[in-house]
């Protein structure tokens, strides 16, 4: 018996339905039960292989290897500062020192409240757009550390229920990339990635 609510068993459903091999739902799967718990349980990874048919064992060995799985709970708002060559060479560092001290948490922690997880990760992609930070794999360009700054400050005081690239990237980014497109319509209502369609916010699969 699914440990999933109906709805969530829904988009599992709809998910698997796109691919040809069950298995290669993995991905997006856990994703999803990220979303159910906030972070990787247990118990969640056991859902996703019996949804896929594969032992838990499998499906953590595919979870460990990528950062983007938490399998620990993550603050509300998970800011994540690349620190990679192009990056840095525009003052990656820079950018997420001033996050640390704004927030009072180092990288790779989270706060007591659970508000705010601050991480470096490498390359994200968007290197002429450097520095480039995420909020919840929502993107902004541009970022300088008095911006990083100010964004650590509203995200304290104004508690988006949704984030989003294009108000975060008006309000604390700056150069773009020339590809530079890469959203989703309806922003990210927790730390782990829209991917819309099958998304996370409410009504974005519709
Ligand atoms: S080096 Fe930072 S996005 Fe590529």
Known sequence: MSVWSEEVQERARAIVARYPEKRSAIMPLL?????????????GMEEVARWVDL?????LSVASFYSMYKRERTG???????????CMLAGG?????AMEDESGVP?????????LTVEHVE????CGGAVAVQVNYELIEGVTPEKGRALVRWLKEARP???????MQTLFGSRTSFDWAVKEEGGA???????????????GDE
Do not use: H, W
């Open 161 to 167: 229920e949704v984030v989003n690239t294009d108000e």
């Open 93 to 97: 560092d820079d950018v997420l020192a």
């Open 31 to 43: 994703y999803l039960a990220m979303s159910v718990n906030g972070y990787l349980t247990d118990e």
């Open 189 to 203: 209502v927790g730390p782990y990635p829209a991917f819309q369609p099958l998304g996370t916010v409410r009504g």
């Open 76 to 86: 509300k708002y998970l800011v994540s500062c690349c620190t990679s060559i192009s």
């Open 55 to 59: 032992t838990p064992a499998q499906v």
């Open 107 to 115: 990288d790779g922690e989270t706060d007591e409240e659970g508000l």
């Open 123 to 126: 390359c994200i992609g968007s």
